[in-house]
């Protein structure tokens, strides 16, 4: 089952075409401006579990800060290895609030 969570004030959000590290209780997520559009994604990268959240923004992907590994932040693909993927999350802003999707246990 998916809820809504706050994830932070919009004055908080990653500047354009910037990421940053955000915790939702206990799980951490790489947050991504990509061209004024906000993305959610897992932080580690499966490469070698690089923080994504410390990497960058180039060509609409974020960019492991450890070896370059690009992730696509729709999908979580991966360009280096199709088998290497992030599990991504649904984000909205309602006025000053960025919300995210995550699952809940039930």
């Known amino acids: ?6 994830l932070c004030a ?7 075409d910037a990421v940053r ?3 939702v ?5 790489c947050v991504a401006n990509i061209g004024g559009v906000l993305y959610a994604m897992d ?8 923080p994504l959240g410390e990497g960058v923004v180039e060509d ?3 960019l492991c800060p450890w070896h370059g590994w690009a992730f696509d932040p729709v999908t979580g693909g991966c360009k280096e290895s ?10 909205e802003i309602e006025g000053e609030v960025v919300l995210v999707e995550m699952e809940r246990a039930v």
């Open 1 to 6: 089952m998916n809820s809504k969570v706050v």
């Open 21 to 23: 590290e955000m915790t």
């Open 60 to 62: 609409g992907a974020v």
């Open 43 to 50: 932080n580690e990268c499966p490469h070698r579990l690089g």
């Open 82 to 91: 199709a088998q290497a993927k992030v599990k991504t999350y649904p984000v």
């Open 10 to 16: 919009l004055r908080d959000a990653p500047a354009r």
């Open 25 to 29: 209780g206990q799980h951490k997520l």
